[in-house]
């Protein structure tokens, strides 16, 4: 499964924040907008691959609310462009000093800004170790391949060799059932006889440690298990 980027898009000009999604979402991104910061964080910030942010904005200012994602730890790693009417010398500065990985005037172009947050993502994966082929992502559910590991949100999630295995089995084909017996073919030693309870078991463990996303893990009775994108 391709990654897909989810990108929230912060802007109290309601047009502007219409725009910017139909235009992400062209090029592939899963775009959210909010037309406040406070409505942003309503929704919940976490799980979101960048934050675009107007500076200017009623009640709380988009550096506010970039302070409050920067000591938030789940989402303290996500990165931030900011997009702003206000570009003195000092703007600037306050923006990069609060975290900011890129800092747009406006008015902008659509074109520029689609190749700078490219460059934003392209660049914040490299720091990662993450590429759309090592990373299988629905929402802030991750897991590198390449690494052998799984995140939410940003926070790794300890699991066994087996259950990491059942979870990328899952996740790599949304929607498609596997059989208990598909599952044991694939991960288990041919030498080694297992239980259809075995996946059951592993299959419970995977639900207890990936919290709101267990739901997604879901049983076909007489049939086996699914990913519910």
Not at 136 to 154: A, F, T
Not at 172 to 198: A, H, N
Request: some cysteine.
């Amino acid at each position: 499964m391709e990654k897909k980027y989810r990108i929230l898009v912060v802007d109290d000009e309601q047009d502007l924040c219409e725009i910017l999604r139909f235009n992400l979402e062209i090029e592939g991104y899963e775009a959210m907008t909010a037309n406040s910061a406070e409505e942003a964080l309503e929704m919940g910030m976490a799980g979101y691959d960048l934050f675009l942010l107007d500076v200017m904005m009623d009640g709380m200012s988009g550096f506010a609310l970039a302070k409050k994602l920067k000591e938030n730890d789940s989402t303290s790693h996500i990165p931030i462009i900011f997009l702003t009417a206000r570009d003195t010398e000092n703007d600037t500065v306050t923006g990069f000093n609060l975290g900011a990985d890129d800092y747009i005037a406006k008015p902008f172009s659509i074109r520029e800004l689609l190749l700078r947050v490219k460059a934003v993502l392209r660049r914040t994966a490299a720091q990662n170790g993450d590429t759309d082929e090592e990373v299988i992502r629905y929402e802030g559910l991750v897991i590198n391949i390449g690494r052998k590991s799984v995140s939410i949100d940003g926070v790794d999630v300890p699991m066994t060799k087996t259950e990491f295995e059942l979870l990328y089995m899952l996740l790599k084909e949304p929607g498609r059932v596997f059989s208990r017996q598909e599952l044991i073919d694939r991960i288990w030693s041919k030498d080694v006889y297992v239980l259809d309870r075995t996946v059951d078991v592993n299959i419970t463990r995977i639900r207890k440690k990936i919290g709101e996303y267990s739901k997604r893990i879901v049983t076909r009775l007489g049939f086996g298990y699914y990913f519910d994108a």
